[in-house]
C-alpha cells in the first residue's frame, strides 16, 4: 500500500480570486517552485564554464588629456567577468523562493546548486583525463600547443573553470546562505512589513560576501585575475572588489522593482498570504514543510 505525501489544503483566500483544489494549488506551487530553482541552477552551471573566460570593460575614468587616468599607480579601469553578468539573477530567485516557500526550501536549493557546481567540475575533469584526438607532444607527453602557445579550446575552458571554482564554490554557498538568513532577519525584525528591506538589505550584504570572496580567493588560490606586475597589488584587488559590487549592486536596487511587483502576484497566483501579512501563517509553513 503505497503512501503519498498529503497535497497542500490550506490557502489564503482573495474575495476577488476562486478557491483552487488541492490537486492544482500543489501543481502551481510545485510549477513556480521548480521554475525559480531551475533559472538558478542554470545559472550557476552557466557560470562555470564562462567564469573569467573573458573580462568586459565596463567604463574607463580618463584624465584632462584624454588618456586613462591612474589612481597609485595603475590605471583606472573598471571591468567584470563575463560570468558575473547573470549571476545578480541568482539572488533574486533566492529571494522569490524565501518570500513564497520559506527558509527550509530556499537552503535545500542552495545546497543543490552547490552539489551542481561539483557535478560541473567533476565532467570537466573526465573530459580532459579521458583520450581524445589531440595532438601529442613527443618530449613531454602533454597536449600539444598551437603556435600562440595556446592549449585546444577546451583546455583552455577547463583551466580557467578550474582556476575560478574554488573561489565561485566558497564565495557561492557563504553568500547565499548570508542572503537567505539575512533575508529571514529583516523580515522578522520587521515582522513581515517593508518588503523592500528584506530584498535589498540581504542581496546587498551577501553580494558584498562573494564579490570579495570571489576576488581575493581568485587571486590568491587561482592566479586568474588579470593582475599587472608593475603596480601595487591590494590596490588593483580593491578596484576589482568595488567593481564587481558596484555592478551588482545597481543590479540588487533594480530587481527590488520585479521582485515587489512579482511577490504581491505570485502571492495571489498561489493563494498564500500577501508579503505585507504576519509572516509563518499556517499556509506560508505548510509550503516551507515541503508539502506545498
Request: charged content about 15%; proline content about 5%; hydrophobic content about 50%.
Amino acid at each position: 500500500m503505497s503512501h503519498h505525501a498529503p497535497l497542500p489544503s490550506h490557502q489564503h483566500r482573495y474575495d476577488d480570486l476562486p478557491e483552487l483544489s488541492e490537486a492544482v494549488l500543489h501543481n502551481r506551487r510545485e510549477r513556480t517552485f521548480l521554475i525559480f530553482s531551475g533559472i538558478f541552477l542554470g545559472t550557476l552551471a552557466m557560470l562555470n564554464i564562462l567564469g573569467i573566460t573573458r573580462f568586459i570593460k565596463l567604463f574607463e575614468i580618463t584624465d584632462d588629456t584624454g588618456e586613462t587616468a591612474t589612481l597609485w599607480g595603475f590605471k583606472l579601469v573598471f571591468a567584470i567577468a563575463v560570468g558575473v553578468l547573470p549571476y545578480p539573477i541568482t539572488f533574486l530567485c533566492t529571494d522569490f523562493i524565501c518570500e513564497l516557500y520559506g527558509r527550509k526550501r530556499a537552503n535545500q536549493v542552495v545546497w543543490t546548486g552547490f552539489l551542481l557546481n561539483i557535478w560541473v567540475v567533476t565532467i570537466l575533469w573526465i573530459g580532459g583525463v579521458l583520450p581524445g584526438f589531440e595532438a601529442i607532444n613527443p618530449d613531454t607527453g602533454a597536449i600539444a600547443v598551437d603556435e600562440a602557445g595556446r592549449l585546444p579550446v577546451f583546455f583552455e575552458v577547463r583551466a580557467l573553470a578550474f582556476g575560478a571554482v574554488a573561489a565561485s564554490m566558497i564565495a557561492y554557498l557563504v553568500a547565499q546562505l548570508v542572503d537567505v538568513h539575512v533575508f529571514h532577519f529583516w523580515k522578522k525584525l520587521t515582522r513581515g512589513r517593508h518588503l523592500w528591506l528584506r530584498n535589498n538589505g540581504s542581496t546587498l550584504v551577501s553580494q558584498l560576501v562573494d564579490t570579495t570572496a570571489v576576488i581575493l580567493i581568485t587571486h590568491f588560490y587561482a592566479r586568474a585575475l588579470p593582475i599587472a606586475d608593475d603596480h601595487a597589488l591590494w590596490p588593483q584587488l580593491l578596484l576589482f572588489i568595488a567593481t564587481g559590487y558596484l555592478f551588482k549592486m545597481l543590479c540588487a536596487l533594480v530587481d527590488t522593482i520585479p521582485f515587489y511587483l512579482g511577490a504581491f502576484r505570485l502571492a495571489r497566483y498561489l493563494r498564500l498570504p500577501p508579503p505585507s501579512a504576519v509572516p509563518h501563517s499556517s499556509g506560508a509553513s505548510a509550503v516551507e514543510a515541503g508539502v506545498g
